[in-house]
């Protein structure tokens, strides 16, 4: 089995800046994409960024340039820098993540999500 934490959630004013983070434990031999997703009230849940076990990002469009993904390899966890935060960042982030597990089966497993609400 394999769990995925995340924290760094929270309330912020808009242009301020978060930093969320996500630990993947349990039977884990290897992970391979990790990810940030995020829904919004009413929306449907979209693609934030994503990073391979090489490092390689994808970003949605939106961001302009204002969000960070990485991770740590040795710490099984990932990161989302986000900066010049906006109203309409206001979303559950959700962290994704590949993994090859010890029985050698792949199961895509999420986070159970973190509040982020950005004020006016």
């Known amino acids: 089995q394999v769990q995925l934490v995340e924290s760094g959630g929270g309330l912020v004013q808009a242009g301020g800046s978060l930093r969320l983070s996500c630990a993947a434990s349990?039977?884990?031999?290897?992970?391979?994409?990790m990810g940030w997703y995020r829904q919004a009230p009413g929306k449907e849940r979209e693609l934030v960024a994503a990073i391979t076990g090489g490092g390689s990002t994808d970003y949605a469009d939106s961001l302009e340039g204002r969000f960070t993904i990485s991770r740590d390899n040795a710490k099984n966890t990932v990161y989302l820098q986000m900066n010049s935060l906006k109203p309409e960042d206001t979303a559950v982030y959700y962290c994704?993540?590949?993994?090859?597990?010890?029985?050698?089966?792949?199961?895509?497993?999420w986070g159970q999500g973190t509040q982020v609400t950005v004020s006016s």
């Open positions: 349990g039977s884990i031999f290897s992970i391979n994409a």
């Open positions: 994704n993540a590949l993994v090859h597990t010890i029985a050698r089966v792949t199961v895509s497993v």
